[in-house]
RNA sequence: GCCUGGGUGGCGAAAUUGGUAGACGCGCCAGACUCAAAAUCUGGUAGGGGCGACCCUGUGAGAGUUCGAGUCUCUCCCCAGGCACCA
């Protein structure tokens, strides 16, 4: 007998409750909301660009994670803010804007209000009310005072330096972004140009960025990640004096204890001592093969497997261990940013210098060995890169690895001064400028007399003019170049004509500070109020892709130190706790716009609801690991949702059943430990138990054994539980004042167990018992058991394994 | 090459951290309802054998520790991601 029962229609229930939740404002807070708030949780998550495609399934399947943790906290009476905003400056949005042939002053506001509507849909409980916009003076006025804040603690500076210029971005690129050679936007080949450059002095902040990941709670492959990035080596500095030149060649080394085999020199084809050095005869053999490095993009000089090519300078350096006149070469195999832009070659224990020499018949010396010494003179057929003692190395022969590393530079230090401890570091001072249109200018105006003076503070912002022209050029200067008006100025400390500085910042400094302001995005006289700053940073909780592990996450903790430096904060490390999420896959593959397999979030909320969505997406896999999406299974959330509904309209009065209340116990302990450590697919997997349990045999649900599970769906699917609870008489809703159920441990085990019985580690039987049955009482149980009695008849039980309460092994031989 | 993850049914995945492998879901099969289909509901579903109670095999491969291994140890293979002529 099946009841007629109304039909769930997710799209009524959730457009209700959207619009109940905005009239009663449980997600808005004023500021004094803020500053009042007793037990504040600042849950955080990667705001969006909002691009013209509009948001993508993956972004929707971060943003449910980190709101199904934003609404559990706040069912356990957190006070969470949740604020979202949109990260719509730089190239990205910039190219789109020029593939369509719009200005992003037009375009931008469009696609936030795209992006706006599917972020209301899917039902995450943001805080409209300290939503940011980058693009926005209100916002980039102050993105350009932390630019100053940075200038005036000595930490930005200009220079002329060898950049990564995109020749089709038509711009400079940040190390971050250049990929094996290539623009990590447009996969072009990446080219070395020489311009003045304003730069942030990361590399100052090394040593700290590393020791801190250390304390920090994040996802271990985001640590890792930027562990590798900061790439620290621990080495020494040497010094090779040129012979007859007035010259040194320094070389970073992290094996200063295979001096003795350094055979030759090699400098990086920049190197500024390469004019000055080579021998007038090898000069335009140098010349022309400079000329091909240069000719060559960098991605086909780092091809790490390609044939080594150099260039003799017709001069030697004294190799200072053994005074031995070494040559010196240049090849592209040495990178002027690395180390020291030099080295000291020892083709014995290094496999790249050990190619080289081969390919120029270059000597080739073993000064180490193997512990279990060899003949130390026979010769080497490849590079030995392992651990052993040192040889043919004078007075240090016999010392090990380590301690003739410490013991080399001591002596060379000590007699010639020729030598000190180094660490050097992969990590690269972040180039901020960008010679494009649509980010905020740098606020930075140049004076023939008084040089680059900061505007000051006072006449911020400096607005972005409206170009209508604003398409990048080869000519290595902004288009706002272009707006004579606009950068013809005068100097703020001398008066005398000066003009601005044309290029814009870094898209990345623009994220790069962002989660310090939404708390304080409702202030439009200071870029950080001082109260709310102390009341909700750091953040909490942040969540987001690892893509921008080295990129965004890196900046963010940088400027943070920078600005706790400079004492605008007082706090050295923005994210107490950070979770990299999975990808979302197609067909086991990226999901690809070319490959037409594309989920459109707000198309899967029209069929399906944005609590099916939200269900699925979190269901598909563990939540750090992402999953492969099949439309076919959103099937198994939206069958749950619906016999949940029905469940919920059929179920009648009275207490819980025994069996049932215990199941009810066990999930609620489950969802409470998953939801806050993201296990949401096990968790929503018991909830989905659970249901089946409570209608086990077609039995009609109880209220009492329902309404706890609507509370612990919430956080999942809040707009069905909010409606089936109101339905259950509760007036004021779940968002705003239910808490969230608790579970009773005695509740948890049921007085029998079920204890399997294996002969010889193999299953043969289960017996239910009491769950404190004593050893006797559940041998002789298992004896009772036929198919047990029937293996331990094969021989004597010599051994009994009792675990009380789970399990009997017999050993029977 | 180095550093992270990971490898379990047709598929996505679970497994209280050494104690009944495959929970939950998709798909599939059978049945109910229906003139029919869709939707929904009920049952089954690791592989092999047996009418059956049951038995054998099984967590990338191989070895080891253990009463007992998806889980621990060693060797190796494969996949995904990060870094990479980094001295």
Redesign the pocket.
């Known amino acids: 007998m099946?009841v007629e029962t109304e039909r769930y229609d997710p799209r009524a229930v959730e457009r209700k409750w959207q619009d109940e939740w905005d009239r009663r404002g449980v997600n808005l807070f004023t500021d004094d909301d803020l500053k009042n708030a007793r037990d504040p949780y600042y849950n955080l998550m990667m705001f969006p660009y909002p691009s013209a495609d509009g948001l993508h399934i993956g972004n929707i399947f971060a943003y449910t994670g980190a709101d199904v943790n934003g609404r559990y906290w706040r069912l356990r009476g957190k006070d969470v803010f949740e604020p979202i905003g949109f990260d719509a400056f730089g190239i990205h949005s910039e190219n789109y804007a020029l593939k369509v042939g719009a200005n992003p002053n037009d375009l931008i506001p469009q696609n936030i209000a795209n992006f706006t509507r599917v972020l209301r849909q899917f039902g995450g409980m943001y805080d409209w009310n300290h939503e940011v916009n980058t693009t926005r003076v209100d916002y980039y006025r102050w993105t350009q005072w932390v630019f100053l804040k940075l200038f005036r603690g000595g930490l930005a500076e200009r220079r002329e330096a060898p950049a990564n210029w995109c020749p089709s971005c038509k711009t400079v690129l940040a190390?971050?972004q250049v990929?094996?050679g290539l623009c990590e936007r447009c996969d072009s080949a990446v080219e070395q140009r020489s311009l003045p450059q304003w730069f942030f002095k990361i590399t100052r902040y090394a040593q700290r960025l590393l020791d801190n990941i250390e304390g920090l709670d994040w996802s271990?492959?985001t640590r890792?990640?930027q562990?590798?990035?900061i790439?620290r080596?621990e080495?020494a500095r040497i010094d090779f004096p040129v012979a007859e030149h007035d010259a040194v060649i320094n070389?970073?080394?992290?094996?200063p204890d295979t001096l003795f085999g350094a055979t030759y020199m090699?400098l990086?084809p920049e190197h500024p001592l390469v004019d000055s050095i080579a021998t007038p005869d090898r000069s335009a053999d140098v010349e022309e093969y400079r000329a091909q490095v240069t000719a060559r993009d960098l991605v086909e000089?780092?091809?790490?497997?390609?044939?080594?090519?150099g260039v003799f300078l017709g001069s030697y350096a004294i190799n200072p261990a053994t005074d031995a006149r070494i040559p010196i070469w240049i090849?592209?195999?040495?990178?002027?940013?690395?180390?020291?832009?030099?080295?000291?070659a020892?083709p014995g224990h290094?496999?790249?210098?050990f190619?080289f020499a081969e390919t120029f018949g270059l000597p080739i010396v073993r000064v180490i060995a193997p512990a279990e010494d060899e003949d130390p003179s026979a010769p080497l057929t490849e590079a030995y890169v392992g651990d052993g003692v040192m040889v043919n190395s004078g007075r240090f022969d016999g010392l090990s690895v380590a301690d003739g590393k410490r013991a080399v530079v001591d002596w060379l230090a000590g007699e010639k001064g020729a030598a000190r401890t180094h660490v050097?570091y992969?990590l690269h001072d972040w180039c901020v400028s960008r010679q494009r249109y649509w980010g905020p200018p740098i606020p930075i105006i140049h004076c023939a007399d008084c040089g680059p003076v900061p505007v000051p503070e006072s006449d911020l912002p400096v607005e972005l003019p409206y170009l209508r022209d604003f398409r990048p050029d080869d000519s290595g200067v902004s288009p706002l170049r272009r707006a004579r008006d606009w950068f013809e100025t005068t100097c703020p400390d001398c008066g005398s004509s000066a003009r601005r500085d044309t290029d814009v910042t870094d898209n990345f400094l623009c994220s790069g500070w962002y989660f310090l302001r939404y708390p304080s995005a409702r202030r439009d006289d200071l870029a950080l109020d001082p109260e709310l700053t102390k009341k909700w940073l750091p953040v909490d909780s942040y969540i987001g892709g690892?893509?921008h592990?080295?990129l965004h996450l890196m900046y963010a903790r940088f400027l943070t130190m920078a600005l706790h430096d400079v004492g605008v904060l007082d706090f050295d490390e923005p994210f107490t706790r950070f979770r990299a999420h999975g990808?979302v896959l197609s067909e086991?593959r990226?999901m690809s716009k070319s490959r037409g397999a594309v989920v459109l979030p707000n198309d899967i909320i029209e069929r399906f609801g944005a609590d099916t969505m939200r269900l699925y997406l979190l269901?598909?896999?563990?939540y750090e690991?992402?999953?492969?999406w099949?439309s076919?299974?959103?099937?198994?959330?939206?069958?749950?949702l619906?016999?949940l509904w029905?469940g919920v309209l059929a179920s009648e009065e009275g207490p819980p059943d025994g069996e049932v209340e215990r199941e009810l116990h066990r999930t609620i302990k489950q969802v409470t430990e998953q939801t806050p450590a993201l296990?949401f697919?096990?968790a929503?997997?018991?909830m989905?138990?659970y249901?089946?349990t409570v209608?086990?045999?077609?039995r009609t649900p109880r209220r009492s054994e329902l309404e706890p599970l609507l509370l612990l769906l919430a956080p999942y699917a809040p707009h069905i539980a909010e409606e089936l609870y109101a339905r259950m008489g509760h007036a004021d809703g779940i968002f705003g004042n239910a808490t969230w159920p608790d579970y009773d441990p005695v509740k948890l085990v049921g007085e029998t167990?079920?204890?399997?019985v294996?002969v010889?580690?193999?299953?043969?039987?289960?017996v239910e018992m009491p769950r404190d049955a004593s050893e006797d009482a559940v041998l002789e149980a298992a004896r009772g058991n036929?198919?047990v009695a029937?293996?331990l008849a094969a021989g004597t039980v010599r051994?009994v394994?009792f675990?009380p309460g789970?399990?009997l092994?017999l050993?029977v031989g």
């Open positions: 099946t190390n971050e990929i094996q271990e492959v890792k990640a562990t590798n990035w790439g080596s080495g070389v970073f080394t992290t094996r090699v990086a000089r780092q091809k790490v497997d390609k044939e080594k090519t090849a592209d195999y040495v990178l002027m940013e690395y180390g020291a832009g030099a080295i000291m020892v290094d496999t790249r210098d190619e050097n992969r690892n893509e592990a080295v990808l086991g990226k269901f598909l896999g563990p690991q992402g999953g492969d099949q076919t299974g959103l099937q198994g959330p939206r069958g749950f619906n016999r029905q296990q697919n096990t929503i997997a018991a989905m138990g249901l089946n209608r086990a045999g077609g167990a079920e204890i399997p294996q010889n580690g193999r299953l043969r039987g289960v036929e198919n029937r293996h051994k394994i675990v789970k399990l092994n050993v």
